[in-house]
């Protein structure tokens, strides 16, 4: 009894003490905010002002909305594809910008955003305002989209980097065997390549023959852009590629008309103060974060609204996040709540789903997608895929009305898996050994401290395929198609953006601003406002989440002592188990 009123006694005193944490962290934070916010009024550029574009860091869909890093002072934050793209549309319209500086770095960019980027940069060109490039080291992405510029610079010791593109596998199968780890492995889809990691030593026939369908279509599509803006034909930029021109100096690619000239940063930024009227000994620029702040015309408040809802991460079960997270974004259950409100909202009048996912949760998907459906019933809802949308992803884009996507998406993997560990080997190992009392045969189903026998295999192959039945159903209802077909081109096969139009799984290549006026002429809009809904979560809420959180495991740590670290080791292997339909496929050399 003694025990239990301390233990009581602690989590009232840590809940007290998480409190008043939060109460000083959330009044420093707002200061911060109000600060930040009365620091960034309209912003109004000067004469001869070059917009300068700083193609380095992450592009993201949402934007990072802890404020804890805005009361830091962090400036390396990712930048939304959203916000930069409008950042582009602002410097064609507005007079007193004369021109782009394009400066190529580092630049975590997916397919089919740097073709978003390229075409918006494209058209800003028909404004008749300069575009120059320069870099100190050109990657493949930031090439191709200052490949659009007037003028190309590089410096002379710098490099550029045209390898081609490649998506490699790790595998495990060989170290689990190793440590006593057995993976029991259910799948329908003969390209479900997810789980190849975990039972084979290299690709199977069919995955590799997927990965080089898809990664070859999105080289072709670059080299395709590349040739046209350079003026070289596609031969050219694949010799460039094949024959390791990105290592033979820069003088070479100056030679082959892939660079313009080779210049030095400051003698670079002295040609565009020149092109844009500028006197003084610096070039003045501004940046994104100072043009999304420029009034655009016709910016009068319409009662009619168009809803971009975004959905960016994996697809799981909501856990409370840690604010000091890195973590990416994430899809849960709290998409359905969005997605009713919108439905409920009068003044929405259709919307369109944004979604970059790879999937996740089968589960979670299936309760997306029902909402989906849902609000269909009421209003249009258009799906804009951004640079992934399978698996999962796909699962909760197929009841729109319409889906568009960028020919460089990767979507379609209709099919799932699941997969669940047997720990047997590597306990025996460390000298751990269980035993089980139970009432019925399959009560310990799933347990991973002992072997699976063939009726428990059975059963959860049953309970895959019928979640795979249902999977193609859903996609066969959407997008009006038979389910014998949806198979054929189902199976987890990953198709990019093109190939899924080809094929009926996508109606429309573009970007948002595409799916925008599609969702507005399905609604019969002519005259509406456009609102942004991010999947982000309430932060403080989720701080607090966390910090009783923390006082749970205290308490636990408390209980168990030494015998915890074993605990939480256990716990969280089994929280990996289930079933998954998730395309976890990245590009490499990008």
């Not at 014998?484 to 948002?512: F, M, N, P, S």
Request: hydrophobic share 40%.
């Amino acid at each position: 009894m003694k025990q239990f009123f301390k233990m009581m006694f602690a989590s009232t005193l840590g809940v007290f003490v998480a409190v008043c944490i939060i109460i000083i962290i959330g009044s420093f934070v707002m200061i911060g905010m109000v600060a930040s916010m009365s620091s960034q009024p309209e912003f109004v550029p000067k004469q001869n002002t070059v917009f300068k574009l700083s193609l380095s860091g992450a592009v993201t869909e949402i934007a990072d909305e802890n404020p804890i890093y805005s009361l830091m002072g962090q400036s390396d934050k990712a930048i939304t594809l959203n916000a930069l793209l409008k950042a582009i549309r602002s410097a064609k319209e507005n007079d007193n910008i004369k021109g782009i500086y394009l400066d190529a770095g580092s630049f975590g960019v997916g397919s089919a955003s740097v073709e978003a980027i390229y075409r918006e940069l494209k058209d800003f060109k028909e404004s008749g305002k300069f575009l120059v490039a320069y870099a100190d080291h050109y990657s493949l992405a930031s090439y191709y989209i200052c490949s659009l510029a007037d003028k190309v610079f590089l410096n002379p010791k710098g490099g550029l980097m045209i390898n081609g593109l490649g998506s490699q596998t790790i595998f495990v199968k060989g170290l689990s065997n190793k440590i006593g780890v057995e993976t029991e492995i259910f799948r329908v889809g003969t390209y479900k390549g997810a789980v190849e990691m975990f039972m084979l030593d290299k690709l199977s026939d069919e995955n590799r023959e997927q990965i080089q369908t898809y990664v070859g279509g999105i080289w072709n599509n670059l080299v395709k852009g590349i040739a046209e803006s350079r003026g070289v034909t596609p031969q050219q930029v694949n010799d460039f590629a094949d024959k390791g021109y990105s290592l033979a100096g820069a003088e070479k690619a100056v030679e082959l008309s892939f660079i313009d000239e080779l210049k030095y940063r400051p003698e670079a930024e002295e040609y565009i103060k020149e092109l844009s009227g500028q006197s003084g000994d610096k070039l003045k620029t501004v940046g994104v974060d100072k043009m999304k702040n420029i009034k655009t015309k016709g910016s009068k408040r319409k009662n009619d609204k168009v809803a971009v809802l975004y959905a960016e991460g994996t697809i799981d079960m909501y856990k409370a996040p840690s604010p000091y997270s890195t973590s990416g974004s994430m899809i849960t259950e709290k998409m359905v709540d969005e997605l009713i409100k919108l439905k409920n909202d009068e003044d929405v009048k259709a919307v369109v789903f944004r979604v970059n996912s790879g999937g996740g949760s089968a589960y979670v998907s299936e309760q997306i997608w029902r909402e989906v459906v849902e609000l269909k019933k009421v209003k249009p809802i258009v799906v804009s895929m951004g640079d992934m949308a399978a698996s999962g992803g796909y699962y909760i884009s197929c009841a729109a009305n319409k889906i568009v996507a960028e020919k460089n998406t990767l979507t379609g993997s209709i099919g799932i898996f699941g997969m669940f560990s047997n720990y047997t080997g590597l306990m025996k190992h460390l000298g751990v050994t269980a035993d089980v009392v139970k009432t019925n045969t399959f009560t310990d189903l799933g347990n991973n401290m002992r072997p699976w026998t063939d009726n428990e295999r059975a059963i959860v192959q049953a309970y895959i395929e019928e979640g795979y039945d249902l999977f193609i159903t859903r996609c066969a209802e959407g997008r009006g198609m038979s389910k014998e077909d949806i198979d054929k081109i189902g199976q987890g096969r990953v198709w990019t953006g093109e190939d899924a139009k080809a094929r009926g799984l996508v109606d429309e290549l573009g970007g948002l601003d595409k799916a925008i006026t599609i969702a507005a002429e399905l609604a019969e809009l002519t005259d509406y406002d456009v609102t942004d809904i991010s999947n982000s979560t309430d932060f403080f809420k989720d701080l607090l989440e966390k910090q009783i959180e923390d006082i749970k495991v205290s308490i636990v740590k408390d209980m168990l002592g030494d015998e915890y670290m074993k605990w939480q080791k256990i716990n969280h292997l089994k929280s990996q188990n289930g079933v998954m339909a998730l395309c976890p496929y990245e590009i490499n050399s990008f």
